[in-house]
């Protein structure tokens, strides 16, 4: 019996001091604490909607009761939502995520959304989550032009975008456009850019006029599209460094019904001429046996001669045309006249056939010879 008696007491006891040693609720609840917040982007932009998800984690040995999770609206910094009107309970040693919508509606900025952990029966947790937001833009730059733009002359056009924010943006692509312009690509796709990186995009440029050049840049910040943009203007003048074909030394000769024309070419331009070709040009016309005479290629100061036959009947002069290409492949024309007037024949035969030169030397002397003859014979019949 007094056994019994014992271990009965003893229990109670037990249970006794366990009643006075048991951590009240709001002791475990003081044991929930605020593991991390990430806002997804990192940085937003005016205007911007991101994600806040905070990490909670339960230190304490028993579950704590929660009855709700929410973020209010502070500043610059508009809450969406608020999912979690209701909760269970963060179970001994367990993480808990609760994530929310926001948007920043003003300007520039760190702000400071609560978020707040209600307990049941036992107070609540705060925790300020901060949430940057900045105006600054990729920026977009020109770093490789022509000095001047030709219509219907393709060019190369690069342009660098860098990323100014302390955030990264993704899905970074340029894509140029205008009026009358031709692209080669049509878009170019760089991807991510993180903070303080540069990308540079690469364009063939073919303009049919005078226009102006918009270079695009699509990105996204998060969940949120973007674009930004820059123009370049679009201005034909000469091309002060390209090939200049100059020609010097023509002669012209006519020999029975076609002409014959000789001379130079020469490049006097800063670049390479190439497949260069010379014809004569309407109303001349080529005929063999050097209707066009190639040239190939003309490096800054090469000279190349040249040859070529031609008809033309009535004028006075004939256009002599040279065409050209650069080393992306634009083609080049310049014309110039040259003369025929005044050009003489170099005799004809029978049938039609040119005399050669001594033929027409020994003509001339046999006349010489026949009119002192007939001169002397007249002044001594005279004399006589």
């Not at 002791?27 to 937003?44: K, N």
């Not at 674009?227 to 030394?249: H, L, M, N, Q």
């Not at 009535?314 to 083609?331: A, F, M, Q, S």
Request: without cysteine; hydrophobic residues 40%.
């Amino acid at each position: 019996m007094r056994e019994v008696v014992f271990t009965g007491a003893f229990f109670l006891l037990l249970l006794l001091f366990g009643a006075a040693t048991a951590a009240t609720p709001e002791e475990d609840a003081a044991q929930v604490m605020v593991t991390g917040a990430v806002i997804d982007p990192a940085v937003l932009m005016p205007g911007d909607v991101a994600t806040v998800t905070v990490t909670v984690k339960n230190t304490a040995q028993v579950s704590v009761p929660v009855r709700s999770a929410k973020m209010y609206t502070e500043g610059n910094i508009l809450v969406l939502d608020n999912p979690y009107q209701t909760y269970g309970a963060i179970g001994a040693g367990n993480d808990a995520t609760f994530t929310f919508t926001v948007q920043a509606t003003g300007s520039s900025g760190t702000y400071y959304p609560y978020f707040v952990l209600d307990f049941t029966n036992a107070g609540s947790l705060r925790y300020a989550v901060p949430v940057k937001v900045e105006a600054v833009e990729p920026r977009v730059s020109v770093a490789d032009l022509p000095d001047a733009f030709t219509a219907g002359k393709k060019e190369l056009v690069r342009v660098t975008v860098s990323n100014p924010r302390s955030g990264e943006i993704n899905g970074v692509s340029v894509m140029p456009s205008g009026e009358g312009i031709v692209s080669v690509p049509t878009s170019t796709f760089i991807g991510a850019l993180p903070p303080d990186g540069v990308a540079e995009a690469t364009f063939n440029i073919t303009p049919d006029r005078e226009t102006t050049l918009t270079m695009t840049v699509a990105y996204r910040n998060g969940r949120n599209q973007r674009t930004t943009e820059a123009s370049i203007p679009i201005v034909f003048s000469e091309d002060k460094k390209g090939a200049r074909i100059v020609v010097s030394g023509v002669e012209v000769t006519r020999e029975n019904s076609s002409y014959q024309v000789k001379g130079d070419v020469t490049n006097a331009g800063l670049e390479v001429a190439k497949a260069v070709v010379v014809t004569v040009g309407y109303p001349g016309v080529p005929v063999d046996p050097n209707r066009v005479y190639p040239v190939a290629s003309l490096e800054p100061d090469d000279l190349s001669n040249f040859e070529l036959t031609f008809r033309a009947e009535n004028v006075t002069e004939v256009p002599l045309v040279i065409e050209y290409r650069d080393t992306n492949g634009n083609l080049y024309t310049t014309r110039t006249n040259i003369s025929v007037e005044g050009t003489a024949l170099t005799g004809e035969g029978e049938g039609g056939a040119p005399l050669p030169m001594a033929a027409v030397l020994l003509i001339v002397a046999a006349a010489v010879v026949v009119g002192a003859a007939v001169y002397l014979s007249w002044r001594k019949a005279k004399r006589g």
